[in-house]
C-alpha cells in the first residue's frame, strides 16, 4: 500500500488500483494542538462546519510524511505510514485470524489448563486465537468457588447483564420458567435468539456432575450453513432472508426479536446462526418458510 501525490490529489495505490483520497477527510485529520487533543488522541473541532468546498492547495512528500495546504488557510503534516494503516485492516485483529470449519471428525482438539496467573498468561492469549478459528474452546481446572467463572469472564470482557442475573445456573428446578432449569433433552440450539445482541461469547462452567452419561455436544455454524449454501442455494437464501420472531416470555419480562436464522453481513459473508426451536412463540410471516422448516437441521455435524 502506498500514498502518491499526482497533480496535487493524493492516492491510494493498493498494488491494483488507484483511487483518490477526498481532501475533506484529509482536512479531518489536521493533528496540530488547536484540531486534535494530544493525549485521548480525539478531534476538537467539527468537521460538519467547516467549508463543504475543500480542495489541496500545495501538497509535498518529503521523509515519511505529507505536508498539505487546505484552500481554507489550514495546513497539516501527516506521517505516511499512519495514513496508509487507516486504509489496511491492520487494526481489525479478530479479522485477520481466520476460522478453521470443523464437523464430527475433528480430532486433537487442545485443551487449556487454568492455572494461577492465567489471565495474563500467553497461554490465555493462545486461548482466545483458538477460540476465536474454532469458535470454541475447552478449559480445565477453572476454580469453582465463589462463582468465579465471573471473574474468568470479566478477564476478558464485561460480562453482560441479562434478566437472568450475571450468570445462569443450569440445574433442574421445580417451577422452571427455561427448558434449561429441567433434565429434558435439549437439541443442538443457540441461545437466547429473542435477545438483541444475543449472547457473543458464552461460557458455560461444569460445577458438579451428579450423574453419569449424556453428551456435551457443539456444532459448527459455519460448516453447517456452507454445507447448505453448497446443498441446496434456495433453502439458504430463504433462512438468510426471512424474519422470525423469537420470543420470550415470564411473568417478569418480555424479549423479543426478529431475525434470519443466517445472518449475513452487507458483503454476504456469515455472522451468526441462529436455531431454537424449542421457543414456541417463534413465529413467521412468509410462507416460502416452511418448505425449509427442518433444512437447518439435518446436515448438523455432531462432536462428541
Ligand atoms: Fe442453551
Known sequence: MKIELINNKIYLNNGNSNEEIHPFWLRERLDGEEFLDKGTQQRLF?????????????????????????????SSRINLEKLATEFSNKDTVIKSI???????????????????????SKEMHDLLVSFYEYGF??????????????????????VRRTNFGE????????HPNDLAYTSLYISPHTDNPYRNPVPCIQILHCIENEVSGGFSTLVDGYTVTEHLKNQDPEAYKVLSEVKVRFKFTDK?????????????????????????????????????????????????????
Do not use: Q
Not at 478453521?100 to 485443551?111: A, G, P, T
Open 46 to 74: 467539527d468537521p460538519s462546519a467547516m467549508n463543504c468546498e475543500i480542495e489541496i492547495e500545495k501538497a509535498k512528500i518529503s521523509d515519511g510524511f505529507i505536508e498539505i495546504n487546505f484552500n481554507d488557510g489550514a
Open 252 to 304: 417478569n419480562v418480555v424479549l423479543e426479536d426478529w431475525s434470519e436464522l443466517i445472518h449475513l453481513d452487507e458483503t454476504m459473508l456469515l455472522i451468526g446462526v441462529k436455531r431454537n426451536f424449542n421457543l414456541s412463540n417463534n413465529f413467521v410471516r412468509e410462507k416460502r418458510f416452511y418448505r425449509l422448516e427442518n433444512v437447518l437441521f439435518s446436515p448438523f455435524h455432531l462432536l462428541d
Open 137 to 158: 474452546v475447552i478449559i480445565k481446572n477453572v476454580p469453582t468457588e465463589n462463582n468465579f467463572i465471573v471473574n474468568f469472564a470479566n478477564s476478558i470482557g464485561s
Open 167 to 174: 450468570h445462569f445456573n443450569v440445574r433442574s428446578k421445580s
Open 98 to 120: 481466520n476460522k478453521i470449519k470443523w464437523d464430527s471428525s475433528l480430532e486433537n482438539i487442545k485443551n487449556f489448563n487454568f492455572n494461577e496467573n492465567f489471565f495474563e
